[in-house]
């Protein structure tokens, strides 16, 4: 019987860190940079490995190579991230740019093989990277076999990539948040900047999708961001009628929805349905969606499109479940009011230790430049001493002496050519000491005030928005869903009927 405790408890445990492993590393974003862990690990080394937007494109089977050192799962695995990161239909701000084939919508994963494509970081990827560092991100990660560090979270400064949704499937945990308009959600982070108390409704942003399509539940889907759980965006896709040639185009599709589904899906029902008015369907999916479905004259064009959006994906749900991890280890639903300030203070306190590490460097290379102004002043005895000095350290020591400067300003002065201790230079040197002492200033009554942070926060969000922002492509509404039938109705035939006509020529 011990024996049997014993085992179940190893399970038991066992589970429990399995589980925590998944949740942890593999299947939530964090709430801060909403990036999956596994993600983060491959757009980190690309950028430490300048595959940037302004460097040249690199084979992407080099890209996996070079990601590989952190990566913690397999080539082909990592090969989907570059590739999905880089599809306009799946990411609605694409973090990487695919030179080749990235796939289409006709099916998933119908990408060109990594030897014949290219890929580097798109610009919006260095608003989440390029303050990445170890002044500005305290907590990191060892690799698998712990010779290099990723960051927990990345900086993502002006840029929240809640705009490109997330879905993931964890042990007893799931997340689904849908993709949103940059421009709008940079929007509510600066209203909700200038006002903490601003209410739901003016910060609220509805989903925007990649692919489009016609988001018809609004009030449904503001209460489940609203509360960060609940009922699901029901999205239609855009049906037209060509009246010319009696078909159905369609131009975009529900997210996450590909054509060969769209087309699989008419085709059985059609064949479960002989008389229900379709004749033909053809796939002309390139870059952009266009799936034509030929008609019969005599079908009721709105009926057959209630049948269409009912029983087939051309109507599909996308749930909402904000399940993040807080602070990258606890899974917590997040409200749409509560993951923008989570995002904000993390923007804080990056932006804060941004701060302290430039007004470091600052006062280092202004302590430099005092040093270089002394010498330069008293230029004939610095060279005497220089060339009297036996060696190095004691001509460091002698200049110490002599200019009241420390190890760090004679060591400054003695790695300098000759030709820049000239009085003619003194003057870049003091022009220098007035631009560092300017900027000194205006970091400390930044790091000194909340609202002049707040403003250079917000001046980072108006330059991403300026720089990357479009117009939305997902329209939302409110209209009732399509309900399932398969049949057509009936045309009610109207009857003749005779009928008495009285006109009252006095009537008004």
């Known amino acids: 019987m011990s024996e049997v405790l014993e085992f179940e408890d190893v399970m038991k445990e066992s589970f429990t860190q399995y589980a925590g492993a998944v949740i942890q590393s593999r299947a939530l974003v964090d709430v801060r940079d909403c990036v999956k862990p596994s993600a983060r690990q491959v757009y980190y080394s690309l950028f430490t490995y300048k595959f940037t937007a302004d460097k040249p494109f690199k084979k992407t089977l080099k890209a996996i190579g070079s990601a590989m050192r952190l990566y913690i799962h397999g080539d082909a695995s990592c090969e989907g991230i570059i590739m999905r990161s880089g599809q306009p239909f799946a990411m609605r701000y694409p973090l990487i740019e695919i030179e080749g084939s990235y796939g289409t919508l006709t099916e998933t994963g119908n990408w060109a093989a990594s030897r014949y494509t290219s890929s580097r970081l798109s610009p919006i990827s260095n608003y989440l990277l390029q303050d990445t560092n170890k002044n500005t991100i305290t907590e990191w990660v060892d690799n698998y076999d712990d010779t290099e560090q990723y ?193 904000l203070e993390h923007e804080k306190e990056v932006y804060i230790l941004l701060y302290k590490q430039e007004l470091a460097k600052l006062k280092y290379r202004l302590k430099i430049v005092e040093g270089i102004i002394k010498a330069i002043a008293q230029i004939d005895e610095v060279i005497k001493i220089i060339k009297q000095s036996t060696n190095t350290k004691e001509a460091n020591i002698n200049l110490q002496t002599l200019l009241d400067i420390d190890e760090e300003q004679a060591k400054a002065i003695l790695d300098m050519k000759l030709s820049r201790l000239a009085k003619l230079e003194v003057d870049k040197f003091i022009e220098e000491k007035i631009k560092l002492l300017e900027r000194i200033s205006i970091i400390k009554a930044i790091l000194e005030s909340e609202e002049l942070l707040k403003q250079e926060m917000i001046k980072k969000f108006q330059e991403v928005s300026n720089k990357f922002s479009d117009q939305r492509r997902t329209v939302v509404t409110e209209k009732v869903a399509a309900k399932t039938t398969k049949t057509i109705k009936e045309k009610t035939e109207i009857v003749p009927e005779n009928v008495v006509v009285y006109m009252n020529k006095d009537a008004g």
């Not at 799931?174 to 108390?197: M, T, Y």
């Not at 807080?326 to 993951?339: D, H, Q, S, T, V």
């Open 151 to 343: 960051p927990r979270v990345l900086s993502s400064l002006g840029y929240y990539n809640i705009v490109n949704g997330s879905t993931g499937i964890a042990v007893g945990l799931a997340s689904s948040i849908p993709q949103f308009n940059l421009k709008e959600v940079n929007a509510a982070l600066i209203k909700l900047l200038q006002n903490e108390n601003i209410s739901d409704d003016d910060i609220l942003c509805y989903p925007d999708f990649a692919t489009g399509a016609t988001l018809i539940n609004k009030a449904e889907v503001a209460t489940s961001l609203t509360q960060g759980k609940g009922k699901a965006c029901i999205l239609q896709a855009t049906i037209k009628y060509d009246d010319k040639e009696k078909t159905f185009i369609i131009t975009d599709l529900p997210y996450g929805v590909y054509t060969n589904t769209i087309c699989s899906e008419v085709a059985k029902l059609v064949s479960e349905n002989p008389n229900i008015g379709i004749t033909g369907i053809n796939d002309l999916t390139g870059e952009d969606v266009c799936i034509k479905i030929y008609l019969d004259n005599t079908v009721d064009i709105e009926q057959i499109k209630n049948i269409l959006y009912a029983n087939t994906s051309l109507q599909k749900s996308y749930s909402i479940n904000m399940t993040m991890l807080e602070n990258g280890r606890f899974p917590k639903i997040y409200g749409w009011r509560e993951a923008l300030t989570a995002h």
